[in-house]
């Protein structure tokens, strides 16, 4: 049996190696809430943001103690993962009824700080009613972009319901066997598009990039300094408002014209995916404004995104 020796520096090298694939923590959900809760002092969304904090702690309570949901065919997860394909494929999965049951088990655990607003009551109650089929209905034109098929109030909510379904399948999955692929733009573990990318500032991350899954919340490394949309490695454009919660970029390709927020967890060690995109819409008004698009949703905003 023959094989490639390494010699030491080469071994230490491999040891060290960064993971391709990130998962999220287990509390990613809780951790999201204080986030949000911190942003919404003082910020002109604070009601918003405060709502969503609501919301997160709800999918967190819902995530530590699930209802039953059938999980994912670990064969065809196997073979989705030995074709280079995504194991928890959000655009096969939201089609079939296991996510369903974590409707009205995130309903029943979602208290809005203010439970008299007739906006949201009425939101609420709406998917309240809403049977199994409009509910899936609603859950396919999120994750294909149909941000128009889905009521505007109701959105958030249903998205919310998404991440949560991913976030539980994640814990049981096993992905060890996912390998790393050259200009991935979209999860390896769900397929989603990434709704912001990070940059990490200390360990053996320390300067690289990862973008953050808008789904499963799964991080992946893509190199910097090239656009996740197109490819392209020409000159891009960073973008950023003085008032804009610190260390947000926004990576805007002249090429594309599109554009995505990049998170630089050295100038802000305490940030958070989610809750930051969520804190900077003033960046993508900007951007809007001068003719650019978003790559993908933030989930707990929807619509937001696509072309």
Known sequence: MSGTILEPGQIAAAASKPAFLQLPPRNLFALRAERLAQLAEGHALGDYLRLLAAVCRA??????????????????????IAHGLPPLACDSLVRENGWLALVDAWLAAFVPLEPANPPLVA???????????QRKAWGVALVSGQYASVPAAVAPFVGAVLQLAWSHWL??????????AED????PACGALPMVGVIH??????????????????????VRLKCSHCKSTKRLDHLHLEHSPHGVRAEACPECRHYLKQ?????????????????????????????????????????????
């Open 59 to 80: 999918q967190q309570q819902v995530l530590n103690a699930p209802p039953a949901i059938p999980a994912p065919d670990p064969q065809r997860c196997a073979q989705a």
């Open 123 to 133: 939101a609420l109650e709406q998917l309240r009613r809403a049977d199994a089929g």
């Open 171 to 180: 814990l049981t999955a096993d992905l060890a066997a996912i390998g790393e």
């Open 184 to 187: 991935q733009q979209t999860c």
């Open 201 to 222: 500032g200390h360990g053996a991350r320390n300067g690289l990039r990862y973008l953050v899954c808008s789904q499963c919340a799964c991080e992946w490394h893509y």
């Open 263 to 307: 998170l630089y967890l050295e100038l802000e060690p305490a940030g958070e995916a989610l809750s930051t995109d969520l804190a900077s819409l003033d960046l993508d008004l900007l951007l809007d404004a001068q003719g650019y698009l978003r790559q993908a949703p933030n989930l707990l905003l929807a619509p937001g995104g696509g072309e």
